[in-house]
């Protein structure tokens, strides 16, 4: 399956220190693919680094606060045909409680026959001192847990021809090594219902990176070398010797079908992200790195004309047509490029930087979207207690609730459906001061309106929200 760009890793280690510094928030990792209208439906992620009042309990018992930071990484998806935007999935990280962090974190994601509302995605997620989880989630909203701590290495690739999920993800429990599994779909997904793909027939652990549904063939990494595996054969691509390629995170199949670019994630470790370009020859395959003087670089292809490649270098934005042998620039930007999308049969390229989303139309860019300003959390003690709208609102299943309290107290909140019955107690505890945020997950409830209430020393606050299935 062709791939859309989603670049995912720890982002939020390296992040803070290249955002712009009068605003904080920046755009980055578009992606983007036309629907069965013809409609053009992007992909995109707004980093907001955020600082929050963490509260514990020393051994006197006293409550110290301190300011710790966190923030939300959330992937939105715009509609290009009536402009909706919305959060697709949420992706964040803060610390709860009494210092407890919470984390959800996208890994992987790939859309069904181009719908962008049929979509399979790795998450992993932690709640305090409970041991991180991977779940997959198919579109009926189903979650398949996996009994394994996954390490940022899953991947996932659908082929819609046979309704078959291939993954991967690090499986402590085979020794580290990554594992390779099969699932099928059926009417209900259960972990006992999937099985190995034995792609190593040399000993050699394999990781896999994609899935190619032109021809049927796979895109295999070990630390060392990347492999080709097609009807029961392998072929080497190219080793390196250095430990680099298990970084490879994504890939875009050129129209040829048997040119493949292959984007590394090394933000965990530096701000620099590479693009090969591995190419089929007769009987042998060559190599090499795009722009390799560049440690800024996003990618966009022709899905329609082989060799055609769009690539940015930091501000700069260059077109080739021949696989990147030779390019020339076309566009300059003041603020950095941080991903690309080519709209196929068209001469329209949208270009995202850290401030703006662009329409390039006859080699014209005219923004159409902005980042949001900072909306930072003030790091005072609140100094009356309060409950904020819940957002996403409408939201479908996840949707997230803050309220701020003056002093650590015993706190509740409920919610409550329109007739008033208790539908589910979300906080019936100590919280501490500062600012508090729950996550409430309603998939087990039906679409419609609901109240959530906040009690505390006698202070009852009530607001509204909306479950939309």
Same mark, same amino acid.
């Given at each position: 399956m062709r791939r859309f760009l989603f670049t995912i890793s720890l982002l939020f280690f390296s992040f803070p220190l290249i955002?712009?510094?009068s605003n904080p928030n920046f755009f980055h990792d578009l992606s983007g693919f036309e629907d069965s209208t013809g409609t053009t439906q992007l992909f995109y992620r707004v980093y907001e680094?955020?600082?929050?009042?963490?509260?514990?309990?020393?051994?006197?018992?006293?409550?110290?606060?301190?300011?710790?930071s966190w923030y939300n990484n959330h992937l939105y998806h715009?509609?290009?045909?009536?402009?909706?935007?919305?959060?697709?999935v949420q992706d964040y990280f803060f610390l709860q409680g009494f210092c407890e962090p919470k984390l959800s974190f996208l890994e992987d994601i790939d859309f069904v026959n181009r719908n962008p509302a049929v979509y399979y995605q790795f998450k992993k997620e932690n709640f305090g001192s409970v041991e991180a989880t991977i779940l997959l989630i198919n579109p009926d909203k189903q979650r398949l847990v996996l009994n394994s701590f996954v390490d940022f290495e899953a991947e996932l690739d659908f082929d819609a021809s046979t309704n078959t999920l291939y993954f991967n993800f690090l499986d402590w429990k085979g020794y580290g090594e990554v594992t390779h599994k099969l699932l099928k779909e059926d009417s209900v997904w259960t972990k006992d219902q999937y099985s190995e793909i034995d792609f190593n027939t040399d000993f050699i652990p394999l990781s896999f990176v994609g899935f190619n549904d032109l021809n049927k063939s796979f895109l295999l990494v070990n630390a060392d070398s990347l492999f080709y595996y097609f009807e029961g054969n392998k072929e080497l691509i190219y080793t390196s010797g250095n430990g680099y390629f298990n970084s490879f995170k994504d890939y875009l199949i050129d129209a040829d079908s048997t040119s493949t670019y292959l984007m590394t994630d090394n933000r965990t470790y530096s701000s620099k992200s590479d693009i090969f370009l591995a190419k089929r020859n007769e009987t042998s395959w060559s190599f090499k790195e795009l722009l390799p003087q560049s440690n800024s670089k996003s990618i966009s292809i022709s899905t329609l004309q082989s060799g055609q490649v769009y690539l940015s270098d930091t501000t700069k934005v260059f077109f080739s047509e021949d696989y990147g042998e030779t390019?020339? !620039?076309?566009? &300059?930007?003041?603020?950095? /490029?941080?991903?690309?999308?080519?709209? #196929?049969?068209?001469?329209?390229?949208?270009?995202?930087?850290?401030?703006?989303?662009?329409?390039?139309?006859?080699?014209?860019?005219?923004?159409?979207?902005?980042?949001?300003?900072?909306?930072? !959390?003030?790091? &005072?003690?609140?100094?009356? /207690?309060?409950?904020?709208?819940?957002? #996403?609102?409408?939201?479908?299943?996840?949707?997230?609730?803050?309220?701020?309290?003056?002093?650590?107290?015993?706190t509740k909140l409920t919610v409550f459906d329109v007739l008033g019955r208790k539908v589910r107690e979300l906080v019936n505890e100590t919280r501490p001061a500062g600012t508090n945020t729950i996550e409430f997950n309603a998939t087990n409830l039906a679409s419609g309106v609901y109240l959530y209430r906040l009690e505390v020393d006698g202070v009852v606050q009530t607001k509204r929200?909306?479950?939309i299935k």
């Open positions: 955002a712009q510094e680094p955020k600082t929050t009042i963490c509260t514990y309990q020393d051994d006197d018992g006293d409550y110290i606060n301190y300011e710790d715009l509609n290009l045909n009536n402009l909706s935007d919305s959060i697709l390019m020339q !620039e076309i566009l &300059e930007f003041e603020e950095e /490029v941080t991903g690309l999308y080519k709209k #196929p049969d068209s001469d329209i390229l949208y270009v995202l930087t850290k401030t703006d989303l662009y329409k390039v139309e006859n080699g014209q860019p005219i923004s159409i979207k902005q980042v949001p300003v900072s909306n930072e !959390e003030t790091s &005072e003690i609140p100094s009356a /207690v309060s409950l904020k709208q819940n957002y #996403p609102n409408p939201f479908n299943p996840t949707t997230t609730i803050e309220f701020e309290l003056d002093k650590a107290t015993f929200l909306t479950l």
